[in-house]
């Protein structure tokens, strides 16, 4: 038995390692050109954006069982999304609602300045959001897709509730989902194996698509594609009701409650020495 758990945790770093080798990604997405950057960002925004659509095509396509069961079609959602987050990870892409926690690391660790910080975060929203693009208008909409029933219903219902809810809700709900979503990158990191690495990424990013939390670079491929495909919203009404409040409550669950926290946990001990 003994041997068996000493196995078992030689697949896995400890939380102070996964915090250092978390940190270490940041080092590598600074010393690479800003063309190249640029493309990782807008790979990680396609990525998120296929697993909104692998999501939205299971759980739309089952109106009769979803009527009877809307909390098991929420968790049919939830567990499908997380692709996305599993590629951009394995792959090594950018998505800048995990770069809110490892640059804050970055940053409080005195490996980056706070001009990096800013310019790195806004390069990665930006790209990601070209990435979404793809897939939303070119890989979604040009194909036909969420165009008929029952998706299109399922879809559009699905789009315009993000854009009708309080600005303090979705402020919170983005505080939420960038907390689980940055804990799902960090526990990835702990993991030596591929396997490991899905599963750790994969319990996090379920939890926050099943209980219906606010994911800025997902609602960019969601609420755009909605418009694309004839729902009823308004792009005034997508970005300053949806966007804005989930983006920054995006940045404070990633940067507070994962960056600031496994800082303060492992790192400042050290710093002040």
């Known amino acids: 038995m003994r041997d068996f758990d000493k196995t078992i945790m030689e697949n896995y770093y400890n939380p102070k390692e996964t915090t250092l080798s978390f940190l270490s990604s940041v080092k590598a997405?600074?010393?690479?050109?800003?063309?190249?950057?640029?493309?990782?960002?807008?790979?990680?925004?396609?990525?998120?954006?296929?697993?909104?659509?692998l999501s939205i095509m299971v759980s739309g396509g089952m109106p009769g069982f979803g009527?009877?069961?809307p909390g098991l079609v929420q968790l049919i959602a939830g567990a499908l999304f997380p692709v996305g987050l599993i590629m951009v990870s394995i792959t090594g892409a950018d998505l800048f609602t995990s770069d809110c926690a490892v640059f804050t690391l970055a940053t409080l660790k005195r490996e980056v300045n706070y001009k990096l910080f800013v310019k790195y975060l806004i390069l990665s929203y930006v790209f990601n959001f070209v990435g979404t693009q793809i897939v939303a208008f070119l890989l979604t909409y040009q194909?036909?897709?969420?165009?008929t029933n029952p998706w299109a219903d399922y879809f559009h219902l699905y789009a315009e509730k993000k854009v009708h809810q309080g600005f303090s809700t979705v402020f919170l709900k983005g505080i939420g989902a960038n907390w689980l979503v940055c804990l799902g990158m960090f526990m990835g990191y702990s993991a030596k194996d591929i396997i490991g690495k899905c599963i750790g990424i994969w319990i996090p990013v379920m939890l926050f698509v099943t209980l219906g939390y606010e994911h800025s670079i997902a609602n960019l491929f969601f609420i755009p594609t909605a418009i694309y495909t004839g729902a009823d919203i308004a792009v005034y009404d997508f970005i300053l009701k949806n966007?804005?409040?989930?983006?920054?409550?995006?940045?404070?669950?990633?940067?507070?409650?994962?960056g600031m926290a496994y800082w303060y946990l492992y790192l400042k001990s050290e710093q002040n020495v």
């Open 29 to 53: 997405k600074i010393e690479i050109p800003i063309a190249q950057f640029s493309l990782l960002a807008i790979l990680g925004g396609a990525f998120i954006a296929f697993g909104g659509l």
């Open 243 to 258: 966007l804005l409040p989930s983006t920054i409550g995006n940045f404070i669950g990633g940067a507070v409650f994962v």
């Open 143 to 147: 194909v036909g897709f969420m165009q």
């Open 67 to 69: 009527a009877n069961n």
